[in-house]
């Protein structure tokens, strides 16, 4: 198995509801031996039209911040907890994202095989958290998670509606986790 094979296994997925609103299936895109790991929560608007992950205004943002920390997007893969947009970009039920992850993102995972994973937003963390959590608590902490690091980050669409930059600002704790991860990387 390969990624390439498995995302156009996942092409045709059928496997939960949201198979039924969905224009395109989001797979993800990246370098297949990425060392870093971008999770978001679900495909939107413009991601459900193109067919590729972060490409809407949050990703743009997200370009924005690997930039000027130095990373570039193609050295890392990017993908999210479900493949297909929920419609009105509704949080994915547990159901759909507990269907969604055992078919591809666990498969993902293994064929890269990242060194640091960074979930995006309350969704992606409590992937690897296992429980609900409070992102603003959780987030710029170390996490372990099967023997990958992990660096909970707020989301980029989060950031969005909270443009300050102020010291403390979700802006300005974002800017510190991205070069706590850079420093990891290096
Ligand atoms: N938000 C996400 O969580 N993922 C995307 O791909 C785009 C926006």
């Known amino acids: 198995m390969n990624l390439e094979l498995l995302a156009a296994q996942a ?32 495909p939107g608007e413009e991601e459900d039209k193109t067919g590729r992950p972060f490409v809407g205004r949050a990703g743009q943002l997200l370009d924005r911040i690997l930039e000027a920390a130095g990373i570039a997007r193609e050295s890392v893969y990017i993908t999210n907890i479900v493949k297909c947009r929920p419609p009105g970009n509704r949080v994915p039920a547990p159901d759909e994202a507990k269907t969604c992850t055992s078919l591809w993102l666990n498969k993902q995972l293994e064929l890269i095989r990242p060194q640091i994973i960074v979930p995006l937003g309350a969704t992606a963390c409590e992937l690897f958290l296992g429980e609900k959590v409070a992102i603003t608590k959780i987030r710029g902490q170390w996490l372990e998670w099967q023997g990958i690091k992990v660096m909970p980050m707020l989301h980029p669409a989060y950031l969005l509606r909270n443009p300050a930059r102020t010291a403390g600002s979700p802006k300005a704790l974002t800017w510190q986790d991205i070069q706590e991860v850079k420093r990891a990387l290096d």
Do not use: N, W, Y
């Not at 198979?19 to 971008?38: C, N, Q, W, Y």
């Open 11 to 42: 092409q045709t997925c059928t496997a939960c509801p949201l198979a039924s609103t969905r224009t395109r299936v989001v797979f993800g895109e990246g370098h297949p031996d990425a060392k870093l790991m971008i999770i978001g929560e679900g």
